[in-house]
């Protein structure tokens, strides 16, 4: 609060914000103190900034994507919920996920013997290289972790390895990036998991995307024998987000909360700041209204498929005009 006790305001010369709307009807700001770096790559525009709330961030076309201090809201729950329910992960496969949280956390398995990021942008990737330590942690150093630049999905298809695990690390479906939330396309990541192997993605909000979200889980649905949503606060994406696994085999709802701490410690995974047994169960266990949401009929989408939900496009939200009383 300033001294008038509101709010400090985005518009107020004296400091700089970056403000993000998600929908027409709801956004946010974040106090920004530096333009670390920035680069126009051949497909989006990547900044890095510093943040007094979050530490150093990644922006990809006006979208705060990660932050050095509150990361963890995002990669914990992606990639242990999945990894644990496994049990032995050993080869993994993330398609996008060029900050490297994703990988770094992949790579503390003991057991885990290959990790392939297939991210599209490599200058993502040197972005968060040079600028984010905090959140790859050396990551890309690692001699297990096989980096591939190209398209994700032309990959998965043509991949002739098979997977315990993989993640889909991906930036919102609209655009050309609709074409890795087809149910074409998990049936591409179904052929290329081995027997007992998990899928995880993130599968927008229910808060503001719920079609969207119910439409992403009916066609996960339609292919893997087992899905399963779950919910968890990500700060910088400023809402209640939504996860899913899915597997044919695998069930997270059929570990107790000692088995799932127990399989933590046999594989050494300490310092965690928000997966546990306890939060496995708690992210699992939706709320009333988000069932609800998921019981009405929705179909699933395929290729060719144009999402069309004026929340998925910032640019159409218009002109910001805060004010105060």
Excluded at 40 to 46: R, Y
Aim: with cysteine.
């Amino acid at each position: 609060m300033n001294p008038t006790g509101h709010p400090p305001s985005p518009f107020d010369t004296t400091e700089n914000f970056a403000v993000e709307p998600l929908s027409p009807d709801f956004g946010f700001y974040l106090r920004t103190t530096a333009l670390l770096a920035e680069r126009h790559s051949p497909m989006q525009h990547i900044e890095i900034v510093q943040t007094p709330l979050f530490g150093r961030a990644m922006r990809i076309d006006g979208c705060f994507m990660t932050s050095e201090k509150d990361e963890f809201f995002y990669h914990e729950p992606m990639i242990h919920l999945p990894a644990t329910t496994h049990g032995n992960p050993r080869q993994a496969l993330i398609v996008g996920g060029g900050d490297g949280g994703a990988a770094y956390n992949l790579l503390r398995y003991p057991s885990m013997e290959s990790v392939v990021l297939a991210e599209l942008d490599g200058d993502v990737i040197e972005m968060a290289r040079q600028w984010l330590p905090g959140i790859h942690r050396g990551a890309f150093d690692d001699p297990r972790l096989q980096v591939h630049l190209g398209d994700g999905r032309a990959f998965t298809e043509n991949c002739t390895n098979r997977f315990d695990q993989i993640v889909l690390d991906l930036t919102d479906p609209f655009g050309p990036s609709v074409a890795l939330y087809t149910r074409d396309f998990y049936r591409a990541c179904q052929r290329a998991l081995k027997p007992g192997g998990v899928l995880s993605l993130h599968i927008q909000t229910p808060i503001y995307r719920g079609p969207i979200m119910a439409r992403l889980l009916a066609s996960l649905r339609d292919v893997f024998g087992i899905v399963r949503p779950y919910l968890q606060y990500v700060p910088l994406y400023g809402t209640q987000w939504a996860m899913a696994m899915a597997s044919d085999t695998a069930d997270p709802l059929q570990l107790t909360a000692a088995e799932v701490d127990a399989r933590l410690t046999q594989n050494n995974l300490t310092g965690l700041k928000l997966y546990s047994g306890g939060t496995h169960h708690a992210m699992l266990n939706l709320p009333p209204f988000v069932q609800a949401l998921l019981s009405t009929p929705a179909l699933p989408i395929d290729d060719g498929d144009n999402l069309e939900d004026a929340s998925l496009n910032p640019h159409q939200t218009g002109k910001l005009k805060l004010t105060s009383s």
